[in-house]
Structure formats: C-alpha cells, structure tokens
C-alpha cells in the first residue's frame, strides 16, 4: 500500500479543514519558478502567503531559515511571523502524522528570513562585516542625526562654508568639490532658491535617486553628459504626444481650415490668424509628417505666426470656431489653452532646454552629487547607515558571498506593488544568484506609495513575465472576505468603468472584480446589517440661491466643506443612537454599531482642522487623529524648546519671556504679561530672570532647579520632570491633556536621542529643538490610543493602507493631485535630473524655463493613475457601509466638479445619484443650533425659540461590552460618563495627584511588578531594583512604554517603599501562602441579560472560606468618591460570580501609596442586584440620557472641567 506523502495529507488538510478557495491553494503548492499572485482587497493574502511558508516547510522538506520573507512594514512581518506559528500550531494539533517536520520548523521559527527588506539588510550586514569595508558596529542613522546634517548643510550653503564639504571629501572629489564651489554662478542660485530650499531639495533628490539604485559617481556623470537624458526624455514625449500630434494634424490640416477656407477664402483675409491658417496650409497641405516632423507642425499652429498665437476677432475665426467647436466640443480658444503644453514639448524636442536652465542644470547635478558624497563620508566617520545605504551594501554582501547564493531556497515578497528599482535589484540578485523560485504578492491596484519611490511598472513587468514564461504562473484571488455584497458590486460597478482602458497607460492591465463568497454559510447572514451599503453627500450651492440675472458668486469652499462634514456627523450620530448594526467578523454576528467601527479617511491632513472643529467642537464626538505630521508645530513641542533655550542662555530673554506664557512656567499668562511691561521692568535695565526673582522667588526656583538637572543630567531629564509634576498636565484645558502628555514624552525620547547621538549638551539640544520649530520639519505625533478605545478614527488613506473598518467616511472628495499647493521651484526629475521653474534674476533670464512643465506633463498621467487608485483603497476598507464625502460648485444649475478630482470620477462612473447637501445660507437650509448646515434624513421640526429638533426611532441596544472602570463612573454620573467615553476626554481618576503618589506610569510599573513578583520582601530586588549596576538589564525587561520611568531613581525608589509595605503587611502572607494565587486574571463573561463584563482582576486567591478579590490603587484613598471604588469592585465581583457560579468570600481595594486596604462585606454584594445594575447601565450608556447626578457635585473630581457642574 503507497504511504501519503505529507504533501499529500498537507494539501488533504488545505482543501477539507483550511478551506482554502480554488486559487489560494493553486498558489500555496504552485510549483514553477516565478510565481505571482494578483491579490485583490480582503482576498486573503496574508493567509496565501503564510500557508506557502508552511507548505515549502512541510511538503518540500525546507528548513525555516531556507525561506526569505519580505514585508512592506514591521507590523506586517511581526502578524506574519504569528499567523505561521498559529497555523503551525493548529496544524501539528490537527494532523500529528506530520509533527517531525512541524516540531522542528517551531523551535527554529525565530532563525526565520521574515523581515522587511530593511531589516534582513541589516540582518545580512551583521552576519557579513568582513566582506565589506563597514564598520561592524554599523547602525541606521536616526532622525535627530538625519536632521542635523541637513540643517548643518543648510548653514553651510547660507555661509557659503563649502571648505566644509571639501574637508571630508576624498580622492577625485576633491578637485570635483573645489573647481564646483568656487564657481561664480553657485552663489546666484544659493540667492536664487535660498540656502534651506537648496537643501530640501538636496535632500529630496538624494533619496529619489538612491531609490533607483544610483550613487555619486552616478550623478557627477550625468552632470557631464546631460544630453543622454535629453534624448530619452524628448523620446518619451514623442510616444506621450504623438497620437494626440497626429489626430490633430488629421483635424487643422484635413478638416478646420478646408472648411473655413471654402466658407471664407484666406487670401482675401488679411487677419493674423487667417494668415497664420494659410501659412499652416501651404506647409503642411499633401503632408504625411512621421513622429519626427509633428513636433514642426505642433510649433507652426502654437507658434508666433501660427493661428493658434493670434486668436483675434474676424469672419474666418468665427467660422474657425464654429468647425473646431462641431468637431472637438471646443472653441479655438478652449482647444489652445487645454493644450497649452504642446508647444513647450515641441521646443524642447527640436532644440533642448534653453541654454540658462540647462546651466541651471549642471551646476546642481554637481551639486547635488557632492552633497551626496559629502554625506556618505560623514556618515562613514560614524559609522551610520540610512535605509538605502542598507540594500546597497547587503546588495554587494550578497554578490561577494557564496553563501548567500545557496542559503536561500524560495523567496516570498508581499505587497510586491510597492517595490522600488533599488528594492526590486535586491529581489532579483537573491534569487537569480541562488536560483531559486521567485513567489510575488500584490495588487496592482493598490499600488499607492509613488511618493515613497515605489514603481508600479516593475509590478506590471514582472506579471507579464510570469504569463509568458514557461517556468512562470500569474494567480488571481478576487473571492473577497472583507465587504458585504451590496457594497461590493457598487465598487465593483464603479472601478470597473473607471479602468475600462486599464489601470496603468501603456501596459495591458484591466480591473479585476472582486468576487463574494458566497458558497459559505454565514454569507447570507453577514448581508442581513442595517446599515446603508453607500451614502454618497455632495456638498453644493443651493440651485436658486442666486438673484436671476445676476453673476454666481462660488460659495466659499471652506463652508461647502464644513457642511459636508455637519452632513457626516448627522449620519454617524443617527446610526450610532438608533443602533444600526454591522457584521462582527470575529464573533460571527450583526451588533450595534460603535464609534470605534467607524474611520474617516482623508486625502490629505490639510482637512484635519476642520474635522476637528465640527466632529468635537460642534458634536461633542469621541475622535482621534492618527498620524498628525505637525508634531513640532505643537504649542507644547514649542513650549518645550523655549525652555530649553532659556535653560541654555538665561541671557535669551525672548526664550525666557516664550517659556514664561507657556503652561510649562507654572505662571498665569496676566502673570507672565506683568512681567514683560515697562512698568514692572523698570529703568535700571533689570534682567527678565531676576525679576522672576524677585516677583515670583517659587516659580524662579523651580526654574532653576530644572535649569541644573538639565545640565547635569541631560535635556531630556529637565523635559521628563515638566511631564512628571502634575501642574503641568493640569494647566492644559483637559480635552488636551492626553495629547500633551503624549507629546511631552515625545520630546523626552527626542532629546535623549539627540544627547545619545548628536550632542549632550544642553546648549546643543536646545539650539536644535529650536531650528527643528522654526523650520516646521515635519514629524507624526506620539499615538496615545488605545486599540479598544471607543473613538472614531481619523487617518490618511496611506495610513489606512492594510486596515479595515465596519464603517468608512471618504471625506474630501473634491481632492486632485494635480492641484496641490504651490511646488518647490527646484525638483529632482527622473527624466532630466533636475527641473527648475526660474533662473537667477542676475542672469539674461530672456528665455522661458521649460524643465518643471515638461516634468509635469510627463508626471501628471501617473500621478492621476495613482490617485484613482488611492480611491480604490480608501473604498475597499469599507465592511459594511460606505460614506462618500465631498464639495463642488454648480454650473449653469448642474454640478460641476473641478477636472480630474476624486468627485468627477464618482460622479461620472457611478450610476446613483448624490445627495445634495447646501450650506448654510441656501435655500430652505436646515440648521442645528451651531448654525452649521445638516445633511440629509428627517427634517427637523423648528420651535418657537428656534431651536431644532427631530425624532429618533427609538431601538432597545445596549453595550456589547463594559469594564469595570465605565461601569463605576456610569453609576457615578452619567454626564461623566459621556464625557470620558463618547467624547474622549480624560476623565480618569488614577491620573497624578496633588502630592505626587500615582499616576498612569507609575502604576503601570508597579502593577508590572506585582504580577510577577513572588510577594516576598528578600526577592523584591530582583523586580526593581534600586542599584545602579542592575537596573540597566531590568530596564529592558520591561515593556517599552515603562522604560523611560523606570530610568527615573526616584519613581522606583517610591514604588519599592510601597511593595515594601506591602510585603510585611498581613493581606500579602496570606495571598503568600495561599496555593491558588493567580495575578492580572483575564476575563470576558456575559452578565445575566446583559453585556460582557470585560478586563482582567489584579489578584484572586482561595483560602477555607473560599475566594477572595484583590485590586491594586496607586492613588491615595480619598483622591476619588469611595463609591468609585466600591462600583469597581461590585463589578469585578458580578463578573467573577458568572464566571465561577459563586460568589466571592472577600472584596478589597489595596492603596499601595499608604498601604491602606478598604474592603467590602461580602453581604453587601447581591449577584442579582449587580447584574441588573449592569444591564441598566449598558443600556443607558448605549442611548443615554446623559444627566448629571448634581448631588455627587461636591465630591467630584472632575468638577472644576464640567459644563454641567452644579
């Protein structure tokens, strides 16, 4: 009898258990050499890919480190690490015939290639030092170190310090540096684009071009044959142009000026643009130009003779018109201004850029190459790598070694749409060199990071290869897991009309249809959620609003947009009250729909301000934006520089005077302002520091004792003790606090990199805080979110990327890329090198620059192409329902969106029609009593006293899941509640207390240590040590988050005095003792008629009487109503009572600050009282109403932040 092979029991499990649809098991056993698998949104890449890897593993005999695994990011090769080890996991339970193989790939899984591409270059730079002349030590240069060097290279341009350059250069690039900056046309264009936008560009053009796997000497050669690219370039453009060339050849030649001349006769005309027709006619009359004479004929209509040039009033251009209009739908005119780029093309193909761009040119492809090698050589003395530095070098590793050429058996990429040249040169060596099967996943449409260097071509190149080759194999997946079907077939319906010529111009490419799943059981099921699959809201004037007769006045475009987002927030706030569900996909069932289900996407973060005025200011809702990039834009960033400035020179009276309004001072801004006036100054010239002295001797204190732990220990000691006094928190309105605090820790790992890296000097790390300000350099904000925090979310579409939402909001529809703010006037150009709109003013400057237009030309079909497929992903992270979002103006009473937004695209390939939202101040508005415009649904019914309301269906929901912690504060007081949980605000009362005890970091340290350590007093040192030798290894035990506090001697020293406490009291030796002790015990039960109870029990332990609670405080008792307190552990008692069928025998709080526990009679706890209170509150908390409870005013901690205190 033939023995089944593992390939055959893996590929049994596959089809029968794994359920893998028809192609995601075609790709997981393909056998050929270039394998790649187009995966559409939602169609299980990720599982594809995973399965692949335990198929070579199991099926194939392939040793874990034999398989390369490339991911686009981090995150994605840390879920792609754990879905292997899960499924492996699973299987070697499910199948143990095939444990020899599986058991053996577990414990070696770390040893595993999966890394993104970054990584694994690192990974093959430490393992091949030798081989290359690098510095074994060698690291990735950080952000403080990278913004240092420009902003040293900036001063060096602004001195005009290029011996500093030269100094570090070696060998030829000496001369090349000397001969380059002694020239006199340098200094001009330092004048001309300005010493920081030369080294923004710089910058820009280093990283673009090292992206395509280009270098220096790369560089400084093109600088010296510019022509090469010149011809290239004036090719591409002759294929771009030529068809529309001859079509219009076809039209003047053969069509509009026969036609005006029979109805017309030119030579009897004597106009301008007769003449410049007749002389069109005589050149080109019998002509069958090719693709090397349109650009002549192209000069001839557009030239300074020719009829385009001079479109001035006469019979023959009416009639001219008249022909041009019946045949294109265009005026002469129209058609002139719509082409205006021909001409530059045309000049450029017959003779080149004008001789001053081309100089222009030259001098900073120069430039801009020893700027280059001057920063490799920098780099080099320290031993500092950037990202590109990484492929590069493990590049040469790889060719250099032998190893690497056998090591590795299979490659595995994802996201491979988002590949670079120097990337993709990476892929292929490992592969060519070993030989070894090539397995590609991505998804052309969803190829959205261009702005990183990615080329979607190299995609298209590759796919057409695995159709043609015989060892290739293209696989779709387009049975899609993610959207409901209503909302599939309408993006479906959508893209499908959008890519009916392809998705990328020049390259066969056609949209792939997503396709349901529905052969699976719960798919009839997952349809049956109420809310609308697609909500299209266009923002625009009233069709009437006008006087007749009179000239339209655009309504302005920041109304039209805010009455599109009070159109939004009317939505999310009906389906989120009435309780419209959604499909949960990890529980398998419709629930009511929560504000964590929801996400807005936006375009750009330029609509962020406004956002956040409607949704928060306006509708009170609970919102985070992630990703905000004006990290050092921050009041408080800001703040923090000013004083550190004033630390470092207390000489520096505007950075004394900025620290002293700032929050961070501890003075009011009237005490502050009276101390910047003539009157308080007086006129013996006394210094700002002395008279905070002398008016304020506290705050003068505290400022120098900060002053002196920033000298001796560091900056960012001096920013960590502003975080750590309460005051600072609390002089901030509180909906600010936990950004603040977030961007305050922010700085502290800012400045402590600097120090680490750059500089420790105070004096140093405030002089780069402060250019770092100045300049706006652009930086994301510290994510201060809680993965289960109920809030909506608001992000990027390049953010959102990879995620998924029940709800999605597309907001800002009007978007084109094409239409951005104003470009620098500098740019790098992978077609000419460099591309300029204006030459030095010293110079003739008689000619017209022609480089940025044709850049633009030949970039905006790109640029297009990615921004329709930008759409396409912020579509497909819909689930359940999707929201379009836009604003555009009206045309002779019809919509009219600007040419080549997202808006244009909805509305010309989509068959539903939009609702129209108008503004406050149309006709008929409908207004809330912001004044705001709403959107659609119920009218509402307008009172006596203007005020607005409307009826709600009302819906029996409630919450799905409650903690302890909104349990307490629900019962406390519901407007409370409210405030901390649908409207985000911190409202926590563990936060710093007045006498320094707690605080959300330092009981988060101690509960680490109270669930590991053992509770005796003789091994306490080894969970937090006090000695200076041990501390550094136990530091980095610890979660990252708790590692800055943990560096602070005082904070552990005050958490050990605690456990120390602790330890020697009565309640620890009994839980010392006992045999059942279990520490931070997780749970997840439904309460009787109820929601889940939800969050986990500091301690439980049994003794005789039975089983005990035990919650840990790092406050003082009496920083909050005991009732708080008492509601929390009422609740931790309900749900242990569902969960263990009993009730406990002992409830305690323990407050470690004064080792005082306060306990609660197990009589005073009745199951079925507790559990109907639950149930009362998650209905309420889903629905409301939110009322104060005014008699707990007085005990409140929160009263002194609430609207509603009494």
Same mark, same amino acid.
């Given at each position: 009898?033939?023995?089944?092979?593992?390939?055959? &029991?893996?590929?049994?499990?596959?089809?029968?258990?794994?359920?893998?649809?028809?192609?995601?098991?075609?790709?997981?056993?393909?056998?050929?050499?270039?394998?790649?698998?187009?995966?559409?949104?939602?169609?299980?890449?990720?599982?594809?890919?995973?399965?692949?890897?335990?198929?070579?593993?199991?099926?194939?005999?392939?040793?874990?480190?034999?398989?390369?695994?490339?991911?686009?990011?981090?995150?994605?090769?840390?879920?792609?690490?754990?879905?292997?080890?899960?499924?492996?996991?699973?299987?070697?339970?499910?199948?143990?015939?095939?444990?020899?193989?599986?058991?053996?790939?577990?414990?070696?899984?770390?040893?595993?290639?999966?890394?993104?591409?970054?990584?694994?270059?690192?990974?093959?730079?430490?393992?091949?030092?030798?081989?290359?002349?690098?510095?074994?030590?060698?690291?990735?240069?950080?952000?403080?170190?990278?913004?240092?060097?420009?902003?040293?290279?900036?001063?060096?341009?602004?001195?005009?310090?290029?011996?500093?350059?030269?100094?570090?250069?070696?060998?030829?690039?000496?001369?090349?540096?000397?001969?380059?900056?002694?020239?006199?046309?340098?200094?001009?264009?330092?004048?001309?684009?300005?010493?920081?936008?030369?080294?923004?560009?710089?910058?820009?053009?280093?990283?673009?071009?090292?992206?395509?796997?280009?270098?220096?000497?790369?560089?400084?050669?093109?600088?010296?044959?510019?022509?090469?690219?010149?011809?290239?370039?004036?090719?591409?453009?002759?294929?771009?142009?030529?068809?529309?060339?001859?079509?219009?050849?076809?039209?003047?030649?053969?069509?509009?000026?026969?036609?005006?001349?029979?109805?017309?006769?030119?030579?009897?005309?004597?106009?301008?643009?007769?003449?410049?027709?007749?002389?069109?006619?005589?050149?080109?009359?019998?002509?069958?130009?090719?693709?090397?004479?349109?650009?002549?004929?192209?000069?001839?209509?557009?030239?300074?003779?020719?009829?385009?040039?001079?479109?001035?009033?006469?019979?023959?251009?009416?009639?001219?018109?008249?022909?041009?209009?019946?045949?294109?739908?265009?005026?002469?005119?129209?058609?002139?201004?719509?082409?205006?780029?021909?001409?530059?093309?045309?000049?450029?193909?017959?003779?080149?850029?004008?001789?001053?761009?081309?100089?222009?040119?030259?001098?900073?492809?120069?430039?801009?190459?020893?700027?280059?090698?001057?920063?490799?050589?920098?780099?080099?003395?320290?031993?500092?790598?950037?990202?590109?530095?990484?492929?590069?070098?493990?590049?040469?590793?790889?060719?250099?070694?032998?190893?690497?050429?056998?090591?590795?058996?299979?490659?595995? %990429?994802?996201?491979?749409?988002?590949?670079?040249?120097?990337?993709?040169?990476? &892929?292929?060596?490992?592969?060519?060199?070993?030989?070894?099967?090539?397995?590609?996943?991505?998804?052309?449409?969803?190829?959205?990071?261009?702005?990183?260097?990615?080329?979607?071509?190299?995609?298209?190149?590759?796919?057409?290869?695995?159709?043609?080759? @015989?060892?290739?194999?293209?696989?779709?997946?387009?049975?899609?897991?993610?959207?409901?079907?209503?909302?599939?077939?309408?993006?479906?319906?959508?893209?499908?009309?959008?890519?009916?010529?392809?998705?990328?111009?020049?390259?066969?490419?056609?949209?792939?249809?997503?396709?349901?799943?529905?052969?699976?059981?719960?798919?009839?099921?997952?349809?049956?959620?109420?809310?609308?699959?697609?909500?299209?809201l266009v923002a625009a004037p009233g069709e009437n609003n006008e006087n007749s007769g009179e000239k339209r006045n655009k309504t302005p475009v920041d109304q039209l947009r805010r009455a599109s987002f009070e159109a939004l927030a009317r939505f999310i706030d009906e389906s989120v009250s009435q309780g419209k569900t959604v499909w949960d996909q990890s529980?398998?069932?419709?629930?009511?729909?929560?504000?964590?289900?929801?996400?807005?996407?936006?375009?750009?973060?330029?609509?962020?301000?406004?956002?956040?005025?409607?949704?928060?200011?306006?509708?009170?809702? +609970?919102?985070?934006?992630?990703?905000?990039?004006?990290?050092?834009?921050?009041?408080?960033?800001?703040?923090?520089?000013?004083?550190?400035?004033?630390?470092?020179?207390?000489?520096?009276?505007?950075?004394?005077?900025?620290?002293?309004?700032?929050?961070?001072?501890?003075?009011?801004?009237?005490?502050?302002?009276?101390?910047?006036?003539?009157?308080?100054?007086?006129?013996?010239?006394?210094?700002?520091?002395?008279?905070?002295?002398?008016?304020? +001797?506290?705050?003068?204190?505290?400022?120098?004792?900060?002053?002196?732990?920033?000298?001796?220990?560091?900056?960012?000691?001096?920013?960590?003790?502003?975080?750590?006094?309460?005051?600072?928190?609390?002089?901030?309105?509180?909906?600010?606090?936990?950004?603040?605090?977030?961007?305050?820790?922010?700085?502290?790992? &800012?400045?402590?990199?600097?120090?680490?890296?750059?500089?420790?000097?105070?004096?140093?790390?405030?002089?780069?805080?402060?250019?770092?300000?100045?300049?706006?350099?652009?930086?994301?904000?510290?994510?201060?979110?809680?993965?289960?925090?109920?809030?909506?979310?608001?992000?990027?579409?390049?953010?959102?990327?990879?995620?998924?939402?029940?709800?999605?909001?597309?907001?800002?529809?009007?978007?084109?890329?094409?239409?951005?703010?104003?470009?620098?006037?500098?740019?790098?150009?992978?077609?000419?090198?460099?591309?300029?709109?204006? %030459?030095?003013?010293?110079?003739?400057?008689?000619? @017209?620059?022609?480089?940025?237009?044709?850049?633009?030309?030949?970039?905006?079909?790109?640029?297009?192409?990615?921004?329709?497929?930008?759409?396409?992903?912020?579509?497909?992270?819909?689930?359940?329902?999707?929201?379009?979002?836009?604003?555009?103006?009206?045309?002779?009473?019809?919509?009219?969106?600007?040419?080549?937004?997202?808006? !244009?695209?909805?509305?010309?390939?989509?068959?539903?029609? +939009?609702? &129209?939202?108008?503004?406050?101040?149309?006709?008929?508005?409908?207004?809330?009593?912001?004044?705001?415009?709403?959107?659609?649904?119920?009218? !509402? @019914?307008?009172?006596?006293?203007?005020?607005?309301?409307?009826?709600?269906?009302?819906?029996?929901?409630?919450?799905?899941?409650?903690?302890?912690?909104?349990?307490?504060?629900?019962?406390?007081?519901?407007?409370?509640?409210?405030?901390?949980?649908?409207?985000?605000?911190?409202?926590?009362?563990?936060?710093?207390?007045?006498?320094?005890?707690?605080?959300?970091?330092?009981?988060?340290?101690?509960?680490?240590?109270?669930?590991?350590?053992?509770?005796?007093?003789?091994?306490?040192?080894?969970?937090?040590?006090?000695?200076?030798?041990?501390?550094?290894?136990?530091?980095?035990?610890?979660?990252?988050?708790?590692?800055?506090?943990?560096?602070?001697?005082? %904070?552990?020293?005050?958490?050990?005095?605690?456990?120390?406490?602790?330890?020697?009291?009565?309640?620890?030796?009994?839980?010392?003792?006992?045999?059942?002790?279990?520490?931070?015990?997780?749970?997840?039960?439904?309460?009787?008629?109820?929601?889940?109870?939800?969050?986990?029990?500091?301690?439980?332990?049994?003794?005789?009487?039975?089983?005990?609670?035990?919650?840990? !405080?790092?406050?003082?008792?009496?920083?909050? +109503?005991?009732?708080?307190?008492?509601?929390?552990?009422?609740?931790?008692?309900?749900?242990?009572?569902?969960?263990?069928?009993?009730?406990?025998?002992?409830?305690?709080?323990?407050?470690?600050?004064?080792?005082?526990?306060?306990?609660?009679?197990?009589?005073?706890?009745?199951?079925?009282?507790?559990?109907?209170?639950?149930?009362?509150?998650?209905?309420?908390?889903?629905?409301?109403?939110?009322?104060?409870?005014?008699?707990?005013?007085?005990?409140?901690?929160?009263?002194?932040?609430?609207?509603?205190?009494?």
């Open positions: 009898m033939k023995q089944t092979s593992e390939a055959d &029991i893996l590929r049994t499990y596959l089809e029968e258990k794994a359920r893998l649809e028809k192609n995601q098991l075609r790709a997981v056993t393909s056998g050929q050499k270039l394998i790649v698998v187009t995966a559409g949104a939602g169609t299980g890449k990720t599982l594809t890919l995973a399965w692949r890897f335990i198929w070579l593993v199991v099926a194939e005999d392939v040793p874990v480190d034999g398989i390369l695994t490339i991911t686009f990011t981090e995150k994605a090769a840390l879920e792609m690490r754990e879905r292997i080890k899960r499924l492996m996991e699973k299987l070697l339970e499910d199948e143990p015939s095939l444990s020899k193989r599986l058991q053996q790939a577990l414990e070696r899984l770390d040893e595993a290639y999966i890394s993104t591409i970054h990584a694994f270059s690192m990974r093959v730079l430490k393992e091949n030092a030798l081989v290359l002349d690098l510095d074994p030590e060698a690291r990735v240069t950080s952000g403080s170190e990278e913004s240092s060097f420009w902003l040293e290279l900036e001063r060096i341009f602004d001195r005009s310090d290029f011996g500093a350059i030269v100094g570090n250069l070696r060998g030829e690039w000496v001369l090349r540096g000397e001969k380059t900056f002694a020239s006199e046309e340098l200094p001009d264009l330092v004048n001309t684009f300005g010493p920081g936008g030369l080294t923004s560009f710089a910058g820009n053009f280093i990283n673009h071009f090292a992206s395509r796997g280009l270098c220096p000497e790369d560089i400084w050669q093109m600088s010296t044959s510019p022509e090469k690219l010149d011809q290239v370039t004036a090719s591409e453009l002759k294929t771009r142009f030529g068809r529309a060339w001859e079509e219009a050849f076809e039209l003047w030649i053969k069509e509009i000026i026969p036609a005006v001349d029979s109805e017309i006769r030119l030579d009897t005309d004597k106009t301008k643009f007769s003449a410049g027709l007749g002389m069109l006619m005589r050149r080109w009359k019998g002509a069958t130009p090719g693709v090397d004479k349109l650009p002549h004929f192209v000069a001839d209509l557009f030239g300074e003779n020719g009829p385009l040039s001079n479109l001035t009033g006469s019979k023959s251009k009416k009639a001219a018109d008249a022909a041009c209009l019946e045949r294109t739908g265009e005026s002469c005119k129209e058609y002139r201004d719509n082409r205006i780029i021909w001409p530059d093309v045309a000049n450029f193909i017959l003779e080149g850029l004008p001789s001053e761009e081309a100089k222009v040119r030259g001098i900073l492809l120069k430039t801009c190459a020893l700027c280059w090698e001057f920063r490799d050589a920098c780099n080099r003395g320290k031993a500092i790598l950037t990202f590109d530095d990484l492929i590069s070098y493990a590049l040469q590793a790889i060719k250099a070694s032998p190893r690497y050429r056998e090591r590795f058996r299979h490659v595995l %990429v994802d996201e491979f749409q988002d590949t670079n040249g120097l990337q993709y040169k990476m &892929i292929q060596t490992i592969s060519e060199s070993a030989g070894c099967p090539l397995f590609l996943v991505g998804d052309l449409q969803q190829s959205i990071y261009r702005f990183r260097h990615a080329q979607p071509r190299i995609f298209c190149e590759v796919l057409w290869n695995s159709k043609t080759r @015989k060892d290739g194999e293209d696989i779709t997946l387009d049975i899609s897991f993610r959207s409901r079907g209503e909302l599939m077939n309408r993006v479906n319906g959508l893209f499908s009309s959008v890519w009916a010529d392809g998705i990328v111009e020049g390259i066969q490419s056609s949209y792939t249809p997503l396709k349901a799943p529905d052969h699976h059981l719960w798919w009839e099921e997952r349809q049956k959620g109420t809310m609308p699959a697609v909500n299209c529980e398998g069932i419709l629930r009511p729909l929560r504000y964590r289900d929801i996400a807005i996407l936006v375009p750009t973060r330029t609509q962020y301000e406004a956002l956040e005025e409607v949704l928060i200011e306006n509708w009170g809702f +609970p919102v985070y934006f992630e990703g905000n990039r004006n990290y050092f834009s921050r009041g408080e960033v800001r703040d923090v520089a000013a004083a550190l400035g004033a630390m470092a020179n207390t000489e520096d009276e505007l950075a004394l005077a900025s620290f002293l309004e700032s929050p961070l001072s501890g003075l009011s801004l009237t005490e502050a302002a009276a101390l910047l006036t003539p009157e308080t100054r007086g006129n013996d010239g006394e210094k700002l520091i002395d008279r905070l002295a002398r008016l304020h +001797p506290d705050i003068a204190s505290r400022f120098r004792q900060k002053r002196h732990e920033a000298r001796v220990s560091g900056p960012s000691h001096a920013i960590a003790a502003f975080l750590e006094d309460e005051k600072t928190l609390l002089s901030f309105p509180f909906w600010k606090r936990r950004r603040v605090a977030g961007n305050l820790r922010r700085a502290v790992d &800012i400045a402590r990199e600097y120090e680490t890296f750059v500089d420790s000097s105070l004096a140093g790390c405030a002089e780069y805080l402060e250019k770092v300000t100045v300049r706006g350099i652009q930086a994301e904000e510290a994510d201060v979110l809680g993965e289960q925090e109920d809030m909506i979310r608001v992000m990027t579409v390049h953010v959102a990327k990879g995620l998924e939402f029940p709800v999605v909001a597309v907001v800002g529809l009007e978007y084109s890329s094409l239409r951005g703010g104003k470009s620098a006037s500098v740019l790098p150009s992978s077609w000419l090198g460099v591309v300029t709109s204006k %030459v030095p003013d010293s110079w003739d400057g008689s000619e @017209k620059t022609l480089g940025k237009k044709l850049h633009q030309a030949l970039d905006e079909t790109e640029n297009l192409e990615e921004q329709e497929r930008l759409l396409y992903v912020a579509c497909t992270r819909a689930r359940d329902s999707l929201v379009l979002c836009g604003v555009c103006q009206r045309k002779d009473g019809e919509l009219n969106p600007d040419k080549n937004s997202w808006l !244009k695209t909805v509305l010309s390939h989509d068959d539903e029609q +939009p609702e &129209i939202v108008e503004p406050a101040g149309s006709k008929d508005p409908l207004e809330n009593g912001s004044g705001q415009a709403f959107a659609s649904g119920p009218r !509402k @019914k307008k009172t006596a006293t203007g005020t607005q309301i409307f009826v709600v269906e009302e819906r029996a929901c409630s919450l799905e899941r409650m903690s302890a912690t909104a349990y307490a504060l629900f019962r406390f007081c519901p407007f409370a509640y409210r405030m901390r949980y649908r409207q985000g605000l911190d409202l926590r009362w563990e936060s710093p207390t007045e006498d320094g005890h707690g605080g959300t970091e330092a009981g988060s340290l101690a509960h680490w240590v109270l669930a590991r350590w053992d509770l005796g007093a003789d091994t306490l040192g080894n969970w937090l040590p006090l000695e200076d030798t041990r501390t550094k290894r136990w530091i980095n035990l610890l979660p990252p988050n708790l590692r800055p506090i943990a560096r602070n001697p005082d %904070v552990r020293s005050r958490i050990r005095k605690w456990l120390e406490d602790f330890a020697a009291g009565e309640t620890a030796k009994i839980m010392r003792i006992s045999t059942s002790l279990q520490r931070e015990v997780p749970f997840r039960v439904r309460i009787k008629d109820g929601p889940f109870a939800i969050g986990s029990i500091d301690a439980l332990y049994r003794d005789e009487k039975g089983y005990h609670l035990l919650d840990y !405080k790092v406050t003082a008792s009496g920083g909050a +109503p005991d009732i708080l307190y008492e509601n929390q552990l009422l609740f931790y008692a309900a749900a242990a009572t569902a969960a263990l069928g009993s009730k406990p025998s002992g409830l305690a709080l323990y407050h470690l600050p004064e080792g005082k526990l306060h306990t609660i009679t197990p009589a005073a706890f009745d199951p079925e009282d507790t559990f109907l209170k639950i149930s009362i509150a998650a209905k309420k908390a889903a629905q409301g109403p939110f009322e104060p409870a005014h008699e707990n005013c007085g005990t409140c901690p929160w009263k002194k932040e609430c609207t509603a205190s009494g």
